[in-house]
C-alpha cells in the first residue's frame, strides 16, 4: 500500500529517536507535514534534524515535556496558529525505569506513569480538543504488550501501558461521533536504544521467545502506525493492533 498524507499534518511525540523518528521519517516521505516532539535530548534532535534537511520545509521539531500539562497545551497552541489542526497525532514518548516492586522507589514509579501515561492523557486531550472542531482525526498510542503479559522488573511499565489501552478503548467511544479514530499499536521487541542496555544474555532470551526468531525494526513499527492514520483505516478505533513478531 502506498500511503498518500499530502495536506496533512501529523505529531509524533517522542519523535526524534527510535519507533518514534522512524514514524516520523515514514509521515515525512509519504508527504505529510510533521512536529516531531523530544523532551531532553538536543544532540539526538539535531542528528534527527539533519538527516532530514531534504525534508525541512515539512518538519518543525519542538521540545517540550508531555507530563507539564501546561506546556503541552502551550504546544498545541503554537501549532494550531502556525498549521492549522493536526489530523494525525502519535504518543511515542515514553520512559522505562525498571526494578521489582519491592525494592522500586516511588520517584520511578511516579516517572513513568507519569510520562507514559498521564503525558498521554494530556496529550490526547489537547489532540482531541483541537479534532473535534474539524471533525476529524486520528490519534495512535505506542503501547506494549507487556501491559497484557506482565513482565518482572518492570511493574511500573507495565501498568503505565495497560493504562493507555484503558484510556484508547474508552475514548475511542468518546470521540467516534465525530469522525475521531483512536488506536493503540504494541510493539514487541523492537532493536532501538530503548532495550538496548538489555544484557546480552538476557536479549538472547528474549529473542529466543519470539516465534519470528528475531527483533524487529523501527520501521515494522511505523507502516502500522501509518496503515492506521490513514483514511483507509477508518472502520478501525478502539483497536491493539500487535507488531511482536507473534510474541
Not at 501549532?79 to 514518548?93: F, L, M
Not at 525498571?98 to 494530556?122: A, Q, R
Amino acid at each position: 500500500m502506498e500511503f498518500d498524507f499530502k495536506g496533512q499534518t501529523a505529531i509524533v511525540t517522542g519523535g526524534t529517536r527510535g519507533i518514534g523518528r522512524a514514524v516520523s521519517e515514514a509521515f515525512l516521505k509519504a508527504g505529510s507535514k510533521v512536529i516531531a516532539t523530544y523532551r531532553s535530548n538536543e544532540e539526538e534532535a539535531k542528528n534527527f534534524s539533519d538527516a532530514n534537511s531534504a525534508h525541512s520545509e515539512c518538519l518543525d521539531i519542538h521540545r517540550f515535556d508531555v507530563t507539564r500539562y501546561d506546556e503541552v497545551e502551550t504546544f498545541f497552541k503554537e501549532v494550531e496558529e502556525k498549521h492549522g489542526a493536526p489530523q494525525i497525532v502519535v504518543v511515542s514518548s515514553g520512559i522505562r525505569a525498571d526494578s521489582i516492586v519491592g525494592m522500586m522507589k516511588t520517584e520511578d514509579w511516579n516517572n513513568v506513569i507519569d510520562t507514559n501515561l498521564t503525558g498521554t492523557f494530556n496529550v490526547c486531550k489537547l489532540a482531541v480538543q483541537c479534532m473535534m472542531r474539524q471533525k476529524y482525526g486520528r490519534i495512535i498510542t505506542l503501547t506494549s504488550p507487556i501491559g497484557k503479559i506482565g513482565f518482572a522488573g518492570q511493574a511500573n511499565y507495565a501498568a503505565s501501558k495497560a493504562g493507555q489501552v484503558a484510556l484508547v478503548k474508552s475514548l475511542s467511544k468518546e470521540v467516534a461521533s465525530r469522525k475521531i479514530t483512536v488506536n493503540c499499536v504494541s510493539p514487541g521487541f523492537i532493536d532501538t536504544d530503548f532495550i538496548a542496555d538489555l544484557p546480552d544474555e538476557q536479549r538472547d532470551v528474549y529473542k529466543q521467545q519470539v516465534p519470528l526468531k528475531r527483533f524487529g525494526t523501527a520501521r515494522d513499527v511505523a507502516t502500522p502506525v501509518l496503515f492506521l492514520a490513514s483514511k483507509e483505516s477508518s472502520y478501525i478505533t478502539g483497536s491493539v493492533l500487535e507488531v511482536t513478531g507473534g510474541l
